[in-house]
């Protein structure tokens, strides 16, 4: 299993951004998919994930949507009124059984990407 993740970049405070995760080499119906994030000096953190329900960490709820595609084994993030702490290289992550939204319950992770939010 292989997960690419694309769309980061830079934008302004109050701004959005939209992240991609792709899935290739198994079946991605499968897999219950979510983003961490770590910020620099930070330690990696639960940002969204989706199983048999969406869940958000505290600190993008009302702000941060995800999504699922199915058909193109894509999940989207959609990142609205960023603020300068939501800058951090973002994760996509997968597993395959029904755990906890845990970094060690996560069974594969992307290279990550980059997300700076400044002005």
């Known amino acids: 299993v292989q997960l690419a993740e694309s769309g980061g970049g830079l934008v302004q405070p109050g701004g959005s951004l939209r992240l991609s995760c792709e899935l290739s080499?198994?079946?991605?119906?499968?897999?219950?998919m979510g983003w961490f994030r770590q910020a620099p000096g930070k330690e990696r953190e639960f940002v969204t994930g989706?199983?048999?329900?969406?869940y958000y960490g505290d600190s993008v709820k009302g702000r941060f949507i995800l999504s699922r595609d199915n058909a193109k084994s894509t999940v989207h993030l959609q990142m609205n009124r960023l603020k300068p702490e939501d800058t951090a290289v973002y994760y996509c992550?997968?597993?395959?059984?029904?755990?906890?939204?845990?970094?060690?319950?996560?069974?594969?992770w992307g290279k990550g990407i980059l997300v700076t939010v400044s002005s």
């Open positions: 992550a997968a597993r395959e059984n029904d755990r906890a939204w845990l970094e060690e319950d996560m069974d594969y």
């Open positions: 989706t199983d048999w329900d969406t």
């Open positions: 080499g198994d079946t991605f119906s499968r897999f219950a």
